[in-house]
C-alpha cells in the first residue's frame, strides 16, 4: 500500500544526520510509504516538491549553525514547506548533553534556525549526533575532545562515538507517519503549532 510520498532533505558535515535521514526513510518506508532521501548539498538532486506529501528536513549544529545548504533549500521552497506537512530536525552533540541546560541550548539554536526563515513546520525534534573523532584533523580532535569533555562526553579521540537516541528518531518518523497520512488520502491540511 503507499500511503504517500514524503521527501527527506539533509544536510550533514561528518555524516550522522545522513544516517539518522536514512533511519527515519527506512522506517516511512516500512510504513508503507513511498520515501525520497536527498542531500540538500546537491541541489540537482532535488525533485520537484510538488508531488509530495509531506517534506522533512535535518540539518546539524555547526558552530551554532545549520548547514548553508539547508537554508537555501528551505529558503527557496518556503511555498511548499507551509503548505503540506512538514517536520525539522536538528542533530547536535548538545541535544545529547547530559546538562539540562545544554539541552535547551540546542532547542535554541534549532528554533532561531527556524525562525530566521518563515517556515513553520508541524514537528520539530533535536536529536544527539556523534563525535566523529576519527574524521577530524589533528587541530579539529583536540578542540572535540575539549568541548566534549566540558559537555560530559567521551575524550577517546581513538574511536568515534555515537550519542543518537534511535527509539526517539523512530518515534520522530512515526510521528511524521501520522500527520502525513489523512493529508495523503483525504488533501485535508493539518493545523501547525507556533
Ligand atoms: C567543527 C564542529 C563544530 C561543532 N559545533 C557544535 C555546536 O556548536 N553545538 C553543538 O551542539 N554541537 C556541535 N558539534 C557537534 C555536531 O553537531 C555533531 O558532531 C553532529 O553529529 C554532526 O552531525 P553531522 O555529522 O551530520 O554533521 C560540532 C562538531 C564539529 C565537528
Known amino acids: 500500500m503507499n500511503a504517500g510520498r514524503i521527501l527527506i532533505v539533509f544536510g550533514t558535515s561528518y555524516g550522522q544526520t545522513a544516517k539518522i535521514a536514512r533511519r527515519i526513510g527506512a522506517v516511512l518506508t516500512d510504513l508503507g510509504f513511498d520515501v525520497t532521501v536527498v542531500d540538500a548539498a546537491q541541489p540537482h538532486a532535488v525533485p520537484s516538491l510538488e508531488s509530495f506529501d509531506g517534506i522533512v ?11 548553508k545548504s539547508v537554508a537555501q533549500f528551505i529558503h527557496a521552497n518556503m511555498g511548499v514547506l507551509n503548505r503540506v506537512p512538514s517536520a525539522f530536525f536538528s ?22 534556525f527556524l525562525a530566521s526563515t518563515w517556515w513553520r513546520p508541524h514537528l520539530r525534534e533535536s536529536i544527539a549526533g556523534a563525535i566523529n573523532y576519527t574524521r577530524y584533523n589533528a587541530l579539529l580532535r583536540w578542540y572535540m575532545k575539549r568541548a566534549s569533555r566540558k559537555a560530559g562526553g567521551s575524550t577517546d579521540t581513538s574511536r568515534d ?3 543518537t537516541d534511535w ?24 493545523p501547525r503549532l507556533g
Not at 548538545?94 to 532547542?107: I, L, M, Y
Request: proline content about 3%; aromatic content about 4%; glycine content about 10%.
Open 167 to 190: 527509539a526517539q528518531v523512530e518515534r520522530f518518523a512515526a510521528d511524521m507517519a501520522g500527520i502525513v497520512e489523512p493529508f495523503a488520502v483525504s488533501g485535508l491540511s493539518v
Open 57 to 67: 528536513v535535518g540539518a546539524s549544529i555547526i558552530a551554532r549553525g545549520h548547514q
Open 161 to 163: 562515538h555515537e550519542y
Open 91 to 112: 542533530v547536535s552533540a548538545s541535544a545529547g548533553s547530559k546538562d539540562p541546560a545544554g539541552r535547551v541550548a540546542a532547542e535554541r539554536v534549532r528554533d532561531e
